[in-house]
């Protein structure tokens, strides 16, 4: 059956059984840097306040079905002395990375208050200098070192990498590449500048040969270009184009979807690479557009391969995270947000590849620890110690996924550094489907010994990250001091790597922000409704 037609039917459905409208709250929160946050004070929906849509008030995205559950009775939950403990880790999509850049566009702005902070994104977001894995496959490799921060005599930072191989522009498929451009009035100004911004990146990035197509919507639906096929890099009907992009009228997002789509299939083939690329604020107003049908739409991209590529537009206010989010989660694309012309350029021109492309599909890693040791801290997607309660994830050329957590054992009496640590990375080939598997088999002695300057990073990375979730609750010096001591895990990181600039960039944003918390005092956050 035809997927667009199943789509249209449950549209069908869905309309005539709820006929949702959904007014989101793009326009909230200006003037405190809050992109619709909602009643709890994030930017998701299962009311707590970590940010996250696990449940739990945690931070982590782990699903904890009942926290009542977890005995730490010694005498009802004893420690395991015997068996090795088996955990299967998820990432999110390497190239899901919006996070990080919507914090640096509040932080200089001088805003306070960040919604949607995903560590596990900020981990994708900035590099990690780990050699390619040869072509077809993907390489494994980890790094530990103690922690002194968590109680215990056997607690170490533990760091996962699974490098994918490398791939250059001029080696990569041909595309098929459907732009799905919101010009709604919501998106006047700055959000507008950025989509011909953008799509004049993608246009500089493009092959002789590419197929690409363009539907702006807003109240109503247009065509701009219908499987046009490019002359090569900065193609000038193409660039044309761009620079016509313009805002009005209200905001269809849903129809827009279903458009694209159409268009999409219609240049299918199985030998390019077929994406739909979504910018949009996401700020829904007109139409059928309810998250849940507009997933819908994107879900059996993973089964058709036309992946979604979703790129956030706006910010201070304007920019509805949770919606872009849901829609690239089941779109299986890369999740981006572009605020400047130069962040424009390094997602569609440097990182074109990786934002389009997939390495290896359906990653998922398996982790066996000896025995007494368990996950404190993880600081990925999800982890369980059933494998079916974990979302394997889709892994771009040119990139890594980086599992990041904190392990300790529950006996240091019998912990043995000599015990054995396996890592194995279960993947398919993204075009054959073919399973494929990569192990790394190492102890936990080893590993110590070994170098650790990315583990350092990936240490300074997270306490960064974890540092902007916890200050939407903290004043005074408690804001200052959480701060200060993320700094010192940068210095630490920079003492290894000198002139790294991701780390340098980090640095100096802790250092504006914590500027921001002493000269303003900080308000309560507001209590947002929801629908």
Known sequence: MNYLTTFKQGALFLAASLTLYMAIGCSMGAEDGLSGSYVDGDS?????????????ADGDSTIIEDPEELDTDSETDPCDTVNEVVLYLSADDSNSMASPVEARAVILSGNKYMNSVRTYEFLNYY??????????????????TPNEEVAGDETYDFQISVQAPALSNAARRPVNLTLSLDTSGSMSGHPIEMVRQSCLAIAGSLKDGD?????????????????????????????????????NGGTNLNEGLVMAYNLAEANFSENRINRVVLMSDGCANV???????????????NGEGIYMIGVGMGGGGTFNDVLM??????????????DTAAEAQLMFGERFVSNIEVAARDVQVELTLPATFEMIEFHGEEYSENPDEVDPQHLAPNDAMIYHQIIGSCD?????????????????????????STTLNTTMGTLLAADNTLILKGNAIVAYAEALKELKTLTGLDATDLIDAAI???QTAQAVSPGDPDLAEVLSLLQTYRTTFQAFKIKKLPQRDHI
């Open 488 to 490: 010192v895990k940068v």
């Open 211 to 247: 197929i690409i197509s363009a539907v702006t919507w807003s109240t109503t639906q247009s065509v701009l270009l219908n499987s046009h096929t490019v002359s090569g890099p900065n193609d000038a009907t193409l660039v044309s184009m761009c620079n016509g992009i313009a805002a």
């Open 44 to 56: 998701d929906i299962d009311g707590d306040t970590d940010g996250d849509t696990d449940g739990d």
């Open 412 to 436: 240091s009496t019998v912990v043995d550094h000599n015990d054995p640590v396996t890592i194995t990375a279960t993947y398919y080939n993204p075009i054959s489907l073919t399973p494929l």
């Open 287 to 301: 139409g059928v557009t309810d998250k849940d049908l507009i997933a819908l739409h994107a879900y059996d991209a």
């Open 127 to 144: 590099t990690f200098d780990n050699a390619p894995a040869l072509a077809g496959a993907v390489a494994v490799t980890a790094q530990m």
């Open 325 to 338: 989010d849901t829609i690239t989660d089941e779109g299986k694309g890369a999740y981006i947000f572009i």
